[in-house]
């Protein structure tokens, strides 16, 4: 089956780093992709890998591994904005996405 | 009104009720998707429709019925539901291209609660 791990919940500082891990077992793999959802709110997508690398929007930077079958979001400079879960997600061969549960990321002054 | 509405945001229904739920996306997208999202669980994927077509029933209960008359609205029938059911029900939009399709936008959810 189709399986995602991310961490429940992480707790950082403001102006802090934080690096947010996601492994997964899937059948068919063709890319890693990341959402932010606030509280009340619709998850909204932030990035997407399908090769091996880091890719780098603002803030926010994605990884990908995919002979460890595995990603990782990194967020800097954290703003008390960013408190908001955060989902990873990979989307096989026939257009179906698999979510992982989420990790709530907490951000204190 | 601009990326994916739904409505209505909150519902209460009892297990004996019909309802629908009602999504609307804006972007010209192609393909479109029903999610179920509860608590401390990842979403689970419902239903897709490409081009109109249901591509995946996912297992999902014959309570739930779909309906995407065309591109741009889809619909969620529920009757005879379950208290489980109760959850946040998020519809999503992407573009399906050469079998290139990563980003779907989501709409702001339906807050069901079955009594």
């Known amino acids: 089956g189709q399986s995602l791990e991310q961490p429940s919940e992480v707790t950082a500082v403001e102006g802090a780093i934080v690096q947010i891990n996601c492994t997964y077992q899937?059948?068919?793999?063709?890319?890693l992709s990341w959402y932010q959802q606030h509280d009340g709110g619709a998850p909204t997508f932030l990035s997407y890998n399908a090769l091996d690398g880091l890719e780098e929007t603002g803030r926010f930077s994605s990884f990908l591994s995919r002979s460890d079958s595995y990603g990782y979001l990194l967020l800097q400079e954290l703003q008390m904005k960013d408190s908001a879960s955060y989902f990873c997600?990979?989307?096989?061969?026939?257009?179906?996405?698999?979510f992982g549960s989420g990790t709530k990321l907490n951000v204190k002054p | 009104e601009t990326g994916v509405t739904q409505t209505p945001r909150h519902l209460v229904m009892g297990m004996t009720n019909k309802k629908s739920l009602k999504c609307e996306q804006h972007l010209g997208h192609n393909a479109m998707y029903w999610y179920k999202q509860s608590a401390k669980k990842p979403l689970e994927l419902m239903f897709v429709y490409s081009l109109e077509e249901r591509v995946e029933n996912n297992s999902v209960p014959s309570r739930f019925s779909p309906e995407c008359p065309n591109s741009s609205h889809l619909f969620l029938h529920l009757h005879t539901l379950q208290p489980e059911d109760s959850a946040l029900y998020l519809c999503a939009s992407s573009q399906e291209a050469s079998g290139f399709n990563y980003e779907q936008y989501f709409g702001p959810g339906t807050r069901l609660t079955v009594t």
């Open positions: 899937t059948s068919g793999f063709y890319g």
């Open positions: 997600a990979v989307r096989d061969n026939f257009n179906k996405f698999y």
